[in-house]
């Protein structure tokens, strides 16, 4: 080989490594261009994701709260209504006891009589006014307990149903 040869070899070894460089040069610059533009598409989308998903945590914590403060509104309506209802009871317990008061005091009226039917040496025995004086303090103070428990019952009744309305309606 000549030294004109070697030359334009050199020469075309040099130009092909040059042309192999700004061809990987402008391939990577390519990629890198390519590679901002894919993170900065993913910067957006992962920022638009992380407000919706604030968005909707927002609107949870929202709805719960809500909710709270609905649960914590019946249980407190709820404790209204049973405390106007000890009182009703208080005071028809307090009517009852004047009644059977003034009913044993008709029976004691009544019954102070002598049987003429009784005989002198028997044991006296109650007469029918003081037991039926006693059955009606009986009977009154089963209906009063029955009244308390239906009342309380009612009440709680009422204050899980409006709970349950109150979570799942649609709001």
Known sequence: MTPALWLLAAELLAVLVVAAGLFIAGHHGGVKAGSAAVQQRWDAERAARATADASKAAAELDK???????????AHEAETAASAARA??????????RLRR????????CDGRADPAATAGSAPAAGPGLVLADLLARSDDTSGELAAAYDRARIAGLACERAYDSLTSTR
């Open 64 to 74: 719960y709260r809500r909710r709270v403060e609905s649960s914590q509104e019946i």
């Open 88 to 97: 009703d009871a208080a005071a028809a317990g307090a009517a009852a006891d």
């Open 102 to 109: 003034h009913a044993a005091g008709l029976a004691a009226r």
